[in-house]
């Protein structure tokens, strides 16, 4: 239980902190990102480091930033038709990795190379829907519909976590994360999806229906992103990724579900939604 009321107490300290963020925008917001990037970045290359395992440090940092500005909506569109700036430092990105290997080649040059751009797509890449999500479809209601897979997310972990304690029998993904259960996913997406339904009922923006779909797509999605840092971190042989959050361990720790329950919500917004 100590455990848990420091989880719980982290978890509201950090949504209470994120949610003053996002309500002054991008002002407050793209700083933030770019911090959490560079920490999330350095707990990655940490994590490499214990493997020996190399990765080019100054570009993951500079490209890293590079993707989280360019995120932001309120730029310009691109020159070239359908393309975003994002897509063009991600080009970039890998370009000059790819001549600094051919330049300057060091021990095992292919590994420095997907290991640094992994690095970019899982971090600042999702880190940018972030901000992407906040102006979806403006900047008024894009603050709403933010608050949605932050909701969802804090609903699903604590659903998981009791589901998990009283009733968790089956295990979900017992090769990569042996703590959790079949019955702590459902428990998840029950609390996940009585979170969402209250929320859209009140701001009358959903159908149940549809209320039902995203809680489904979110909690999915937020037990993915959980798995998914478990299995980096089976590979790379640790614990946690850092220490810095009391109850969560690191950056990465805590943000995990959230790296991809934020692009999922967009995906969601702008395929079920914005088209009608």
Known sequence: MESLST?????????????????????????????????????????????DIDVRRVSLAVFGTALIVASLPLWP???????????????VALGYMLVMEVMRPGERPLERIVYSMFGLLYIPWLLGYFL??????????????????LLATFAADIGGYFGGHFFGRRKLAPEVSPGKTVEGAIGGLAFSFVTVLVMTQLTRIWSPLDALLYSILVASA???????????????????????????????????????????????????????
């Open 77 to 91: 569109q691109t020159p070239w038709p359908g393309g975003s700036w994002r897509e063009a430092v991600l080009t």
């Open 132 to 149: 992407l999500l906040r102006y979806s479809p403006n900047a008024g209601d894009g603050l709403l519909y933010f608050a949605l897979p």
């Open 222 to 276: 937020s037990q993915l992103g959980d798995l998914a840092e478990s299995l980096l971190k089976r590979a790379l042989k640790t614990k946690d990724s850092g220490s810095s959050l009391p109850g969560h361990g690191g950056f990465l720790d805590r943000l995990d579900s959230l790296l991809f329950a934020v692009p999922a919500t967009y995906l969601f917004l702008n395929i079920n939604v914005f088209t009608r």
């Open 7 to 51: 989880r719980v107490l982290t978890s509201v300290v950090g949504f209470t902190i994120i949610s003053l963020l996002v309500w002054f925008g991008w002002v407050t917001l793209l700083p933030t990102l770019v911090l959490l990037s560079v920490m999330a970045l350095f707990e990655y290359i940490r994590m490499l480091d214990r493997n």
